[in-house]
């Protein structure tokens, strides 16, 4: 079995393939949350192909792998989850970075927006309580530590998940992933909340381009249409309306200006 970028793929629910790293981990749009993820490419199967008894068996076995190396790493290592973590901290990104509650404050507030879409919460949803909560008092951070806990705990009962093999499982991958994660932290952005730099889609450069060029050339000028006609097929071609973002094409321009000479 081959997965390749772009490939829809399945898993629990279905994808769109858009990255591969050298590690084998794939990073998918999933249909229902809408939400990308990095998975292994061994935990998923073409979404066109119904999987066969043996491919079932294998997801099955590689979801309990996972599961185990989890459970493994909890019995062999000694001291608290609290502890262990701090101990990944010191090493992947040392003191300074494991101390600064600002980014862990950006960190923590990106995981739980991940957790809530995964399990179909909407942007809509997340921005109300965030207006909702910032318009209250502060609160005790001890009190709100422990609200949070709770609320983790009851929302891992309601959709079935293991919050303490989730929870070993993560720190066992972030382990084997040392030095992606210190390479991700030195390219983020430096003082700001986003973890990365957001580049801009492929529509949204063919619309920059459009407006850069053609915008605000003249009606009579010679390049005018066909510079038009290019980054507009350039807009559909990637997936845009041309008409929605830049509005009428150079022909319909001059057609509503009585202009019947040649663009």
Known sequence: ????????????????????????????????????????????????????????????????????????????????????????????????????????????????????????????????LVDYVFGRPLGEPHQETGGTMVTLAALCNAHNIDMDIAAETELTRCWSKIDKIRAKQAAKPKHGPLPERIRPSAVEWAVEKWRSEVENRPLQNVHRRSLDDTWRQVIRHFGGNDVALCGPPHDQLVADRGDKADA
């Open 1 to 128: 079995m081959s997965i390749k970028e772009g490939d829809r793929v399945v898993c629990i629910d279905f994808g769109t393939v858009q990255s591969i790293d050298e590690d084998d981990n794939a990073e998918v749009v999933w249909d229902v949350s809408g939400c990308a993820g990095d998975i292994d490419l061994d935990r998923l199967s073409p979404a066109d192909a119904v999987p066969s008894p043996k491919r079932e068996a294998e997801l099955l076995e590689a979801n309990n792998r996972y599961q185990q190396e989890a459970r493994d790493a909890r019995a062999a290592l000694k001291g608290g989850y609290q502890d262990r973590v701090h101990s990944f901290m010191l090493s992947c990104f040392g003191g300074a970075i494991a101390a600064d509650g600002m980014e862990r404050n950006h960190r923590f507030l990106e995981e739980s927006l991940e957790l809530v879409q995964a399990l179909g919460c909407t942007a809509s949803e997340a921005h109300q």
